[in-house]
């Protein structure tokens, strides 16, 4: 075990015809650690994981593997010579193999013998519990049983990094939770590290070590879950980390404050009237509107206000923005 | 979809069995009376008869090697064209089809202006190839017409089918391109080789012009020229039974072929979904060997189609056979010596012909199209789909012996024969651009207020306009270009253009066959550019799939 990091990728720059999809990138992954590439459509997360797969070549700057320059370095080193797999949005299970020869096929590739390589995919269909759908084709399939069929496709390939291509983008949301438990518990157990294209914050900040959040293809901030949710490094940025008001701060020096929805309390000295209010299940969101502005408060349980009700509301605490 | 009222559709489908009745059935069923009634005497010994045996053994012989060679070059085609950093590829995208363009027959014989004694090379190099007069100059000119054909078809296929994500999964998985190709890409787009194999075989069964044109001087027969021996040089009773019966044979060969390769692959072909027909490389390739490629089409094309072409037009202005094709010996002598009125009255028939079939088969077409999208239509728009499969000479003398009592020589016969051959050219484009039509969007305009005919009017017209071009477009080229029936079924005052240029060349006057081809050729290439333009500005948003000019373009004879 060396201690390179597993990916590494340096000011990257990827261009399509004259437009810049990824404007100098730089990244790593750590063994082991995941990485939630968090951001809108169209900011280059796919991009950014294309180029480390080796499915298109950067303009300029590194990506590394396991400490081995694999594009920016001389000719890029082809897709199927990288040490990582890939999940994909749309599942991209070829619609001629069962799910079995899906699954078997990675092994395949590296010399297995059919029946070897059969075998083992099976193992691994049995691992995630879809043994039974070994004979099926992507036809046949659920889209969550689909993406259970990518995801054993890419275990089978046992590489030092996954790529996963927002893996539950097409999923109902059912079954999407257990799908994205299963995905992390499997990933985890190989030790492998993990890159984590979403545009879902709350799957961002809930699996991963790492988040990086992209903006028109530049990389706004990158730091641990709990950083970007507390310091997030500019508005853009708080907004794609999760829900977030922007009030004038109280002590009148005309700055402004970031405040997420549980950063403030219902009853207190400030004052405001209620704009809306939202019932969750678990809890209930109010908009209240004052003089500082409009922010969102969550508080556990039903509804406790009518809309228009006069409440008072104190802040706990707030992060000023830049 | 739009229903059309309860009581509208069943009347249209009435209508289209009707026409299917005049066109091809009562045809098909006169064929088999005629040969049971007459022929009984005489079919035996005729059977028997070493040229008709011949004639069949050839027609199927030259079939099965054209699909052989065809489909490998336009499967290549396709997966060449389909990356888009291959140089040029706009480009190579339109030239790869300008063997559909040029009517058959005249690339036929471009490659004997080409490649002949006394031609192009022979003149300049002394280089000549006799065998081009012959069995394997057939072939080769059909498998480079047939070619786009298979290009076009599985190009469509690989778009529809080959997600890039499936190729980089496969990459990502570990296989290399060379693995990639064959366990995922062919893999994908073999239902649309095999369609594409079945059309070249079907097509190449009752090919006409070009084995009459580079076969028939070496003695080369296919069942086609000999329907046309029979009818047009022997006039006694015995040929014209034996054209009859031949006739009967073509389609017969045609359906024992076909079917079981038809009944394989209908239902997978019927799933294909649209899909954006450009097809995206899933993976950046190396330049040398898009380079490379790209040169090798370029020398394909060139050998093939454009050399060809060029001596074609530089004997239609040479003055003599055998002069070097220089500057000083040019003259426009051959074209003022068949542009005689009487040429131009050809001319004029084939274009008007051409307009008026053109016409009637999308209003047919788009019938058809209508009507199978309720059950009853079903069995209609399949019998006009397997129209597809009657060679074109069947359907003439079936024609013929039907209603040339009183339509004997007539332009209504050719134009009967025209409707009965082009039909399901016609229908393919629209059924499958109506098919495309996401159903909501008529929805949202009936939910909004539109009635059924506005809805149509305002909100399907627009998105299915190309595909109603490109029929007319199809149908009209394949109409001017159409020689096998036309030169069965014409009269003394009703040639079309084709069949002066096919007799011209029958005659061996070469300068001014060359300049009627040039002529036919312009004729064709000019609409059909200026039309083709037509379509792509017609093409509504990027995001619809775009109306590829449909499949079976030319190769109508």
Redesign the interface.
Known sequence: MSAEPALEVTDLVVSYDGTTALDRVTLSVRRGQVLALLGPSGSGKSTLLHAVAGFLVPAAGTVRLGGTTVAGDGRPVPPERRDLAMVFQNYALWPHLTALDTVAYPARRSGAGRAHARTEALEILERLRIAGLAGRKPAELSGGEQQRVGLARALARRPSLYLFDEPTAHLDTHVRGVFLAELVARQRDTGAAAVYATHDAEEALGLADQVALLHEGRLLQTGTPQQVYDQPADLFAARLSGPASVITAPDHDGGELLVRPGWARLGGPLKGELRAVWFRGPHSDYLVAGPLGELLIREPGPPQHEIGARVGWSLLRSWPLP | MPRGTPRLLPRLTALVVAFLAVLVVLPLCRLVLVVWQEGRADIAPMAGSDGLRTAVWHTVALAAAVTLAAVPIGVTMALVLRRSDLPGRPFWQVAVLVPVLVPDFVLGYSWTQAYARAGFTDTLLGLRWAGIQGPLGVWLVLVVNAAPLVYLVVAVGLAA?T?P??E??????????A?TLL??TL??ALPGVAAAAVLVFVLTLGTFAIPQVLGAPAGFSTVTTRIYANLSLGGDPTSFIEAITLALLLVIVAAVCVAPADALLAPRLRAVRGADTQGIP???GRRAVRRAEAFGLAGYLFLTVALPLTALVLSSVTRALGLPPTPGNWTLAHFREVLTPRTFQALGRSLGLAVVAATVLVLLGALVAVIERARSGRAAATLITLTLVLPGSTLAVGLLITYGRWLSGTLTLILLAYLAKLWAFAHRPIAGALDRLPPDEMHASRASGARALTAVRTVALRPLAPALLGAWLVCFLSALHEVTMSSLLYGPGTETFAVVVLNSQELGRIGPTAALSVVLSLLVTVPAVLLFLAVGRLRPRPSRPPEHLPLEVARVG
Do not use: Q
């Open positions: 089918r997600e994500d499936l980089r999964a496969a990459r990502v998985s570990g296989a290399g391109p693995t366990t995922v893999r994908l899933a993976l950046p």
